[in-house]
């Protein structure tokens, strides 16, 4: 078993607020249909976006598994911390025993923003993740944001 921690951060020129609403607070409309070469839906099975709300993400063929559901754990708007565990699905029982991401935004230069991802997992075994493994499974959760800033700044 692998414990272990991958981060990557960004800078956007679109405002806290804007991205916290879009990729927080509006991201389960908006991923389906920004990428839906990737997503086919997200719905909410339980809760209204604060902690304890799941969500049950479901993909096309070009993801490795059919869907995943994960879990609310920290939804601050006012520091704007948003902290998720995959619960169900997804690289969990296959190759994690457990996933759990952080999404930190904070303002940056010209009114603009600091993007911070952090993901935190427990591997099954230990040759997973690789280093480029893990750099994936941030990587994805870092694409998905962009999509959302791609779609704010062409709105």
Sequence with gaps: MV?????EEFTSTV???KLWKAGVD????????LLPHVITSVEVIEGSGGPGTLKKFTFTDVVEYKSLTDRVDIYDPVNHLFKHSVVEGGLLGTKLKSLVFEIKVEAAGEGGCLVKVKA???SIDDGFPT???AAKITGNMVGMIKAVEGYL???
Excluded at 26 to 33: G, M, Y
């Design 3 to 7: 414990a272990g921690v991958h981060t």
């Design 15 to 17: 405002s806290v607020e």
């Design 26 to 33: 509006d991201a389960h409309n908006l991923l389906p249909t």
């Design 120 to 122: 935190e997992y427990d």
């Design 131 to 133: 280093a480029e493994e």
């Design 153 to 155: 700044l062409a709105n």
